[in-house]
């Protein structure tokens, strides 16, 4: 099985979570980042007040997975959710709605926290691997 990461989770993972440490052995080869999660993840550990031993987690960890540009289908499919989404009256976030729209073209289960924020997302797969 493969997964894209969200952004929450992999915070949580580079602050040390041991629950999280053991899924992400598990599932080694199988994990993935989109491009959105790694702008995101980078101004998290280059604030100023990040410890330096955030960005060499980071680092580390990007050893482990695969990171997923923005292609065109990755956009097109963007478009599709989005525009389904204001048709409804639900517009999503952009940020969150490229990362599922990354995990849709890639037919991957997404793996987040904040299972609230991509609810709406037809045919996404989510996971919560801190509940």
Not at 95 to 110: G, K, S
């Amino acid at each position: 099985m493969s997964f894209l990461l969200d952004t929450d989770i992999c915070s949580v993972h580079l602050k040390r979570n041991t629950t999280l440490s053991s899924r992400f052995l598990q599932y080694t080869g199988g994990l993935h980042l989109s491009a959105v999660s790694l702008c995101e993840l980078y101004t998290w550990v280059l604030r100023g007040t990040a410890p330096p031993i955030r960005l060499q987690g980071l680092q580390e960890l990007l050893n482990d997975m695969r990171v997923l540009d923005v292609t065109p289908a990755v956009a097109e499919k963007y478009g599709q959710l989005q525009a389904g989404l204001l048709d409804a009256g639900r517009p999503a976030p952009g940020m969150d709605l490229m990362i599922a729209a990354t995990a849709l073209v890639h037919d991957l289960t997404l793996v987040t926290h904040n299972v609230q924020d991509f609810e709406d997302v037809p045919a996404l797969r989510v996971v919560d691997w801190l509940s």
